[in-house]
């Protein structure tokens, strides 16, 4: 069921990260993939849920397989395994990319840094004077964001329309001037080139009011997870590590609703035997009503 409500959605997030998994007598890097339904940033009260996946590898047929029956925004880090997902070829409808802009943002960020050179002490960097720029630039979309945050889709629009796509059209341009004068050595010139040669998918933002200017959704779906490595070290066999998705499924869904994932799994299980098939819907974490 959480599965079903999920890829019903019109917007996903969606990302991935590492797990280790015991395989003969060692350990593989496998991965465990998160998509994110959380429809509150545009004004919608359809209740926000979360699905995982493991996997022994990062082939782009995994999230192929997982988002088969999705059709809709998926909003992700420009990883090339997704790129199947957006050909218009495709034989299940086409999913539209709408991409990361604190992944975007990062690279100049870390160019621009005058905190982190000044530790570097002899160490440090010349400051890039154009990666602090498109710092700036970026952070002016930002802002715009916190103001509308929780509004409608159709007013978010009609900010982005007014506000953010003058911005943007500004930043495009500029962009493109400063490729033009850099050496393609530069250190500035890859993250730029990372913008420019998927603009149309960091640009959709601002013709709909549904999509978020990052992926940190997904992002914070994983976290817990990232964390959780250092204590349980690695899955113990593939089926493992898929039990472990659906645990990681039910767990962060229930923490999405502000639903206690220990009360409310103790009460699922409690109950779940003597319900009827028909009144299974009643024990999602959207529905559960907590025992007295």
């Known amino acids: ?27 593989v890097t496998g991965r465990i993939w998160s998509y994110v339904r959380d429809d509150r940033p545009f004004g919608a009260k359809t209740p926000p849920a ?39 070829a495709r034989k299940v409808e086409t999913i539209t990319p709408a991409f990361c802009w604190a992944h975007g943002r990062r690279p100049f960020f870390e160019l621009a840094d005058i905190a982190a050179n000044a530790r570097r ?32 889709a159709d007013e978010r629009r009609r900010i982005r329309q007014d506000r953010s796509k003058p911005l943007l059209a500004q930043l495009e341009n500029w962009l493109h001037e ?35 200017l990052t992926n940190n959704a997904a992002e914070r779906s994983l976290r817990g997870l990232a964390l959780g490595r250092r204590a349980w070290l690695f899955a113990g066999s593939d089926r493992g590590a898929d039990r472990a998705a659906v645990m990681f499924t039910l767990i962060m869904t229930a923490r999405l609703n502000d639903v206690n994932p220990k ?23 959207w529905e559960w009503k907590a025992p007295p």
């Not at 995982?52 to 998926?74: T, V």
């Not at 109950?271 to 028909?278: G, V």
Request: proline share 4%.
């Open 1 to 27: 069921m959480i599965e079903t409500h999920v890829l019903g959605a019109e917007r996903l997030f969606g990302d991935d990260t590492k797990i280790p998994i015991l395989a003969k007598g060692k350990t």
């Open 50 to 88: 979360a699905i995982y996946y493991a996997s022994d590898d990062r082939r782009g047929e995994h999230p192929a397989q997982h988002l088969e029956k999705f059709s809709g925004i998926l909003q992700a880090d420009a990883y090339s395994g997704f790129n199947a997902l957006f050909d218009p």
């Open 121 to 152: 002490g002899r160490n440090a960097t010349v400051i890039s004077p154009i990666a602090l720029e498109a710092v700036k630039r970026i952070d002016a979309l930002f802002d715009i964001e916190r103001d509308i945050n929780g509004l409608a």
């Open 178 to 212: 400063q490729r033009d004068r850099l050496s393609r050595s530069s250190a500035v010139h890859k993250p730029i080139n990372y913008l420019l040669n998927r603009w149309d998918g960091f640009a959709r933002f601002v013709d709909d009011g549904r999509i978020c």
């Open 263 to 285: 009360a409310w799994l103790a009460d699922v299980f409690r109950r779940i035997a003597e319900i009827p098939q028909t009144r299974l819907h009643e024990l999602l974490p």
